[in-house]
């Protein structure tokens, strides 16, 4: 197979983007078309990708040959072309929420704001599409660099502390990484993916596919926000709504996922994990890291924290699902990874668009919002529904794959937990939905719906994942995808 | 003797191209231009603009094993005085040639603030240094090191004093220092000397094979390391560094910074593998021993000062100290890839550095300042050159695509093949504390709550003169170009060098 331009251009086009935006700083609104039409023109990418794929295989190109043996390498294989094609998809969508959020709240610095918005992007593209362990390296110490400055937006002394915190805490995750990387180079010659594992790795030593693993898992995990790496993740929440939209539950967040997925599956694999115990270790920290997400979220009261233990504990549904190692598991884990990522953005899509039409950012403030704003809220329920995992919406179907690969690997403790997060996602966000609707107001401020640059976006992922419910295989085919993939790993 | 490869250029040309014409250079701007700035500037950008086209020759003809070997005045050793270059020796000659053709570019405009009216000399001296270097770089004479290693030393000492004030008692504190370091040297030669009869390092290489291990042996081993160690700043012996750094006028700190340790650390490199034998490594083992411990200690100290210091230029030589530990560790370990890694972060270093301080120098320049607080809104007043720091930052970091990365990766490599986990994780970890002084430069940079942007600069515009800009790319280009074609760097010139190709892969030899 020939080199292809197109995995270099889904990193380019974004990348090209945050460098016009900073050019264009000057006319917003010329800047804010930079950004939606470099949006729409990676998704034409990544579906092209996803076109060359299913008719040729998955493109790839070489870049240079970084140390003997691995190069700078892209290639668009299931998995990588899912994740791209989700994140191109849903920064459309939050590139006309953010012109809605960010002029609505007369933001300061929106140029660096969407520059760092696109370079997050292109990184992310990277990670989805790397070809090798350095290569997901590379892109995900880019992705830390890149959002950093999203999170230090307000540059208010909150803000600072959290961004020093993130950056400890990612900083901190690369040395695990590079760590991790070097032995298994050391042992295995290459660091290049393999669906089902890296040749030659299930005979090394036990305590060094012990050490690489847990590097590994620790350097993205702490994307991935596994306990007890997760505490970054709820104070960066001080960052601007559409960052925490895309970012914070899709594209960074996911890209932490997307590693462990890639460490289990693709650098390991059952044959290298095989009497390591190690993957039902995850599995059961993942488990632990659900039930702690949920019932922190209980307690919280701001709407975007409350969120973010949510995320924190839906990330380990993912998690979960790719360490239990067996296919109706993977299949599960890698649709929940989308079906989340159009749940959670939903919901901080309609956090954000409450606290710019009203102010309010609290959940005890919320009552009676939902006779101002009935499609947020409608589409907040949507939301909450679809994450507790009621029928016919998405959360439904990734969770019921992920409880059967879970009784299949005989794990029933595992499947019991997901079962009682289900229900304590109930309890953390529909109290919001009931309040919004059937309490009175306590106060009398006019307000209407949010603003249609708002509200559009919300609807629309609403409604994907409605659609997503009933039909899984709708749009890119995210299902046949995740069978693909897990059908890839033996 | 392997004879001069022939077909490219007359070899003669390059060392003469190498050694004689900066040193032409100077004497004839001492000579001829004190006074007409112009004139001096202008024959210092030609005689190292000769000098890189020198360099990239080396480079051309010592690529993929070559050797080009010459010998002063046709008088071949043990009586004269040779020059022999390898692949490592072209690599970092055009180091050299190319940062001080950066800095030359970009001076002319700070040299008019920082030493007004005394730009000839400044370039004379410079250059005079350049040609102290490349004499060092390639010359297979130890005695001759010797002599340049003073040459360029004293050239230093000036370069630092005419920074004025408090720069005159950095300049004696580093000439105290620096004498005494080469009066090392010399007394490890001397032992040599007595030893072998010869000072062409080839020759005692030669004659050492036949010499039984003695206490003078290791004498004089333990002398040449003391000596090149207080040369290159291996803690603890950097006490001279940080204010010789910090107060030199900034575009001789690019050129020392960049330049300076990083000769030494080869002159080292090239007695440690090149003029011992292997035979006698066993018994000069705890030399490698202790130089990777002071290299770890190097790392550790030098990087825990640079993040409490708030003089950028300070910050910047303890940085060096942390980088000089990684070139110590790689030299101290002392398999193939850790003395690639080492090798390479010579380079990559030198880059880098000289790279940050042309920054510096211009903040100085625009700003008036060099603190790290007055970083603050550079993002906005001085966009290009806050986007260069940032890739350099990178580099020293050592996040990929950057040079600095492949030099961090050779050396890990190097750590792991000798089955050392301790140096591994000193390596790995350090990671984290140059992230951490790099990172808050950048917050200083990019969300200081102050911002001083909006203040009316030192000097109007937008961002520097394109003459002090374009060394700044380049820098900056060039550790990403280094970064992704590093094999190329490693497997043509590098690994192909007699030197590194006779190391042992795997444990400590």
Redesign the interface.
Known sequence: MNDSLLPLSAVAIPAVAAVAV?RAGRWPNLREACSVSAAVALVVVTTLMLAELRSSGPAHIT??????GVA?RLRGDALGVLFAVLASVLWVVTSVYSIGYMRGLDEHAQT?FYASFAAALAATMGVAFAANL?TL??FY?MLTLAT??LV?HK??EPA?IA??KY?AYT??A??AL??GM??L??VTGTLEFEAGGIPGLAEAPAATRYFVFTALIAGFGVKAALLPLHGWLPSAMVAPTPVSALLHAVAVVKSGVFGCIRTIGFVFGGAALAGLGVAEALAYLAGTTVLFGSVVALSQDDLKRRLAFSTVSHLSYIVLGAALLTTTATAGAVLHLVNHALLKITLFFCAGAIYVTTGRDRVSQLAGIGRRMPLTMGAFAIGTLGLAGVPPFNGFISKWYLCMGGLEADHTGLVLILVISGVLNIAYLFPIVYTAFFRASDDFTEFGEAHPAMLVPLLLTALASLLLGVWPDAGPGAWSLAQTIAGELP | MQPHREGFVDAALIPVGLVVVPLTGALLIAATSIGATRRAHALTVITSGINLAAALGALIACSDGGVIEYAYGGWRPPFGIAVRIDGIGALIAALIAGVALAVFIYSPQILRVELPRDEPSFFAMSLLLVAALQGMAVTADLFNLYVFLEIGSLAAYTLVAVGGGVATLASFRYLLIGTVGASFYLLGVAYLFALTGSLNGADIAQALMEVAPSAALVAAVVFLAIGLGLKMAIFPMHGWLPDAYTYAPSAASALIAGLMTKVSALALLRVLYGVIQPAHRSLLLPIGDVIVILGCAGIVVGSLMAVAQRDLKRLLAYSSIAHLGFIALGLGIGNRDAVTGAVFNMVAHGVAKATLFLIVGGMTYRLGSRSVKSLAGLGRSMPLSAAALVIAAFSMIGLPPTAGFTAKWYLIMGCLEADRPDLFAVVVASTLLSAWYFLRLFEAAFFSAEDHSADEPLRAGWELPVSMLAPIAAGAAALIALGLANQTVIVRLIESSALVAGLARGATP
């Open positions: 900073l870049i240079a040959e970084l140390i003997p700078l660096r350095l390296y590379l110490e950093y400055p230090a540059e208010i600072l961004s020093r950056l900083m901190a690369g040395v590079l760590a070097a032995v180079y050391s």
